[in-house]
């Protein structure tokens, strides 16, 4: 209970500048959390009373902050809180609720002269409040807390061990013998391990089949379409995250593919001679900057085979489990958007001492990857994301494969 303490002491002194407050803050925060704490049942989050209440608190603090720093009045204090407060929320719709909401609330409290830590503790609960009349569908649930990995087949329980995953992530794991750049090797043993009520292995073309099974004889192009509103975040999220992080680092736009990329699967192969871990590395091919690590494997749940990609990150794992349909053409859709409940996404928190999973279902991402062959016989793809329904990515592939002396040069290479 001490941070409740703590943190309720500090945002009640900012709302009433004196000890009083700060005494009342500590003892209404850490109540709070108590009682939210003791109807907590297992696998669930707390209340979201307590998670109101705690995010005005801090609220509070950091809006007390910014008009001391700034000067600001209660009207532009509402304005930045409630943008803030949307920012988090992700949402698009939020991101545009929260500033209106700051304004209302900010016009509406400059009647009274209330200070920055009132204005901004009240706009960020009357932003959550609203957003959760408004917005019922849930975007994250708590899916699992501190289960073995076994419980969870269509997770890829594989975190990176320091904060930076980059290209030679593989190389970290253990388990079997490592192999840097194998030859010819697919993202998938054989696409007979996905037969389905919704994919049949022998309706797939020749070279799909190839692709997916021999990627390594294969050389990829991206062109990327971004929406125009998530280019502001993704930027923002780019450079403090993804480049930092060595994962997830998705090209801005069509110059800098230009670069080229470099595709290669490193693999870890145990004892029996099978290969155990398949890692799909994509890299900018100038200076080897990490586009994607991603770790692919295949499961079967009932009479139906799935695709889970694991995008190893710090003490945690982001897992894309996708459902394979068939498409017109000989092609294959590989989608999260299937009914079930097992293609989605998840975010695992990996303990580092027992390897448990305490796992989230993020609801409000969706991909869906299109490969086919075109009507002059070259292979395609289109992977297409959608954040909260909204469409904001797609990557379009132009696949060749390899020259001769190319595939030569790997083959030596392995």
Do not use: C
Not at 11 to 30: D, K, Q, R, V
Not at 279 to 297: L, M, Q
Request: proline share 6%.
């Amino acid at each position: 209970m001490g941070f409740p303490l703590v943190a309720g002491a500090i945002a009640g002194l900012a709302l009433t500048e004196n000890g009083w407050g700060a005494l009342a803050g500590a003892i209404l925060l850490a109540l709070s959390e108590s009682v939210a704490r003791k109807r907590q049942q297992p696998g669930q989050i707390p209340a979201l009373w307590s998670r109101i209440v705690m995010s005005g608190a801090f609220a509070a603090v950091l809006g007390g902050v910014f008009g001391w720093l700034f000067d600001a009045g209660p009207v532009l204090t509402g304005v930045v809180a409630g943008l803030v407060a949307g920012l988090l929320g992700i949402r698009p719709l939020k991101v545009v609720l929260g500033p209106v909401v700051g304004l209302l609330t900010g016009w509406a409290l400059s009647f009274v002269g209330a200070p920055a830590a009132v204005v901004a503790a009240v706009t960020v609960v009357v932003f959550r409040i609203v957003s959760r009349v408004l917005f019922r569908d849930a975007q994250v649930s708590l899916l699992a807390e501190s289960v073995d990995a076994s419980e969870l087949p269509f997770v890829v329980p594989l975190p990176a061990q320091t904060r930076y995953v980059g290209t030679s992530y593989v190389e970290t794991l253990t388990g079997g013998t490592y192999q840097s750049d194998a030859s010819d090797v697919g993202i998938v043993a054989s696409l007979d391990d996905l037969i389905g009520p919704r994919f049949d292995p022998a309706e797939v073309h020749p070279l799909v089949r190839e692709f997916y099974e021999h990627t390594t004889r294969f050389t990829l192009d991206i062109v990327p379409k971004w929406r125009l509103w998530v280019r502001p975040g993704y930027l923002l999220y780019r450079n403090l995250v993804a480049r930092p992080l060595g994962q997830a680092n998705v090209p801005m736009n069509q110059r800098e593919t230009q670069r080229g990329v470099r595709s290669r699967i490193d693999t870890i192969t145990g004892a029996d001679g099978a290969i155990s871990v398949r890692g799909w590395i994509r890299s900018f091919a100038d200076t080897d900057e990490p586009i994607y690590v991603g770790i692919y494997t295949t499961y079967r749940r009932g009479d139906t085979g799935f695709v889970s990609v694991g995008f190893p990150l710090p003490q945690a794992s982001f897992t894309a489990t996708l459902e394979p349909r068939s498409r017109s053409g000989g092609g294959l859709i590989l989608s999260s958007r299937a009914e079930g409940d097992q293609a989605g996404h998840y975010l695992s928190y990996v303990d580092p001492e027992d390897q448990r999973l305490t796992t989230v279902a993020v609801h409000g991402f969706a991909e869906e990857l299109d490969v086919y062959v075109d009507a002059a016989g070259a292979l395609r793809a289109e992977h297409a994301f959608w954040l909260f329904g909204w469409p904001f990515l797609v990557l379009r592939y132009r696949i060749e494969r390899k020259s001769v002396g190319a595939l030569w040069q790997g083959e030596e290479h392995g």
